[in-house]
Structure formats: structure tokens, C-alpha cells
């Protein structure tokens, strides 16, 4: 069984700090995928990034990173320099190799960025 | 390119009627999700449909729930009756077969008074 937890429920920044929001997830597949959705107060969840399992690399992008490491199970994400526009809630999600196309979600994690 | 897309946006009704929620995907996406989002929790999947067959509704409560996705386009998913449990958004999502991320429609906002 797949399982992914995101044990923040809620972080409060002040708008420029850094934070990370964590995501760990468990799975039995040797190759699976891991993603970022975003999920503003308006609603719609926004694809942001995908690892493959294979793929250690760190990405980067903007003020958005992301850190996967498999001897933790973890796929962090860290918001560099805050924004108020960075204010939403958080999903990771896990799938697996033979079954790309069903995704687990965590609960997500709440960020608030106060100006 | 336009999103997925789903009416209405918000539904609310008396225990015991039925509802129906519609959803068109992204074009050219051939596989389509619905998920339930309770509150504080993340989408939980109750239906994917691959072209016009559903491969997982094992999540699908089917005594009360259906869905159809006639010509592999949009899709329905119907509610009958409702429940007070079922207060939630469900939320469509679509993904094309060359890639695993999902693009998801803004949901409909269920309230069953």
C-alpha cells in the first residue's frame, strides 16, 4: 500500500523567510512518482513537479526547490524568499510504476505568508 | 489551451435528492479522475476512466454513486440520494497518456443540508 505524509498541517511565515514543507511517503515499488500540487484559495490544485524515482537530482526553480531523498523517503519542498502569493495549501503526491496513472495525496500542508 | 473544466461550482441540496456534477476534460487528455475532497484532507480518487472504461472505481460508494463518461470525453458523476456525508468538493482531473501529472478542473462545491 502507498501512503504519503505530510506532517505539517499548517506554517506561518513572514513574507521573504524560507520554508520547507515536508512530504514522506512509503511505497513497495521500486519505481514510482513523486509530484507538488498547489492549491490556492480558489481551489484548482496546480500541477507544480514530478521526480521519477530514478532521478535523485535536486531541481530548482525560481524560488521553488524541491529535495528527494530516497534513503528517507522524503521529497521536501522549500519556498526561498516568500510571498504573500505563495499562501495556499501544499499536496504531495505519490504513484507508482505500473500504475502511473493513480495518484496518492497527503493532506496537505497549510502556508500562510503574512505581509 | 483550455483547462478542465466542471459545473456547477457550487450545489447545494436536501438530503435524500440527487445531484450530478459534469466535467470536460483538457482535449486530447484520455484518462479523467474524479476525486472527493473532504475538508483538511487531500483528493481521494473514487473513479478513473481510461478513454470510456472505468479501470479503478473501487474507491466508488456504487450503492449510491454512478458515473459515465460517454464517448470518452466528458463525464458525469451522479449522486443519488445524497447524504449529509457527502458535503465535500469533488474535483475532476484529467492527464494526457504521455505523461503521470494530473490537471484538475476547479471543483464543485457540495452541500447537503
Known amino acids: 500500500a502507498q501512503k504519503v505524509t505530510q506532517a505539517q498541517t499548517e506554517i506561518s511565515v513572514v513574507e521573504k523567510e524560507d520554508v520547507t514543507l515536508d512530504c514522506v511517503y512509503e511505497t513497495r515499488d521500486t519505481t514510482y512518482y513523486l509530484f507538488w500540487y498547489k492549491q490556492p484559495p480558489s481551489g484548482e490544485l496546480v500541477f507544480l513537479i514530478r521526480r521519477n524515482s530514478f532521478d535523485e537530482q535536486n531541481e530548482i526553480s525560481g524560488r521553488y526547490s524541491w529535495n528527494f531523498q530516497k534513503s528517507t523517503s522524503s521529497f521536501n519542498f522549500t519556498i526561498t524568499a516568500s510571498q504573500v502569493v505563495d499562501s495556499a495549501v501544499y499536496f504531495c503526491?505519490?504513484?507508482?510504476?505500473?500504475?502511473?496513472?493513480?495518484?496518492?495525496f497527503g493532506d496537505g500542508t497549510t502556508l500562510t505568508v503574512k505581509p | 489551451e483550455a483547462g478542465v473544466v466542471q459545473s456547477p461550482r457550487y450545489k447545494i441540496i436536501e438530503k435524500k435528492q440527487p445531484v450530478a456534477f459534469w466535467c470536460n476534460p483538457i482535449s486530447g487528455h484520455n484518462t479523467l479522475y474524479w476525486y472527493r475532497q473532504n475538508l483538511g484532507q487531500g483528493p481521494e480518487l473514487l473513479i478513473r476512466?481510461?478513454?470510456?472504461?472505468?479501470?479503478?472505481d473501487s474507491q466508488l460508494p456504487k450503492d449510491r454513486f454512478s458515473a459515465e463518461r460517454l464517448k470518452g470525453v466528458d463525464s458525469t458523476l451522479k449522486i443519488q440520494p445524497a447524504e449529509l456525508g457527502d458535503s465535500a468538493v469533488y474535483l475532476c482531473?484529467?492527464?494526457?497518456?504521455?505523461?503521470?501529472?494530473?490537471?484538475f478542473g476547479p471543483g464543485t462545491r457540495l452541500t447537503v443540508t
Open positions: 476512466y481510461e478513454n470510456e472504461e472505468a479501470v479503478d
Open positions: 503526491a505519490l504513484s507508482d510504476g505500473f500504475n502511473a496513472g493513480k495518484s496518492t
Open positions: 482531473a484529467s492527464r494526457k497518456d504521455t505523461a503521470y501529472e494530473q490537471y
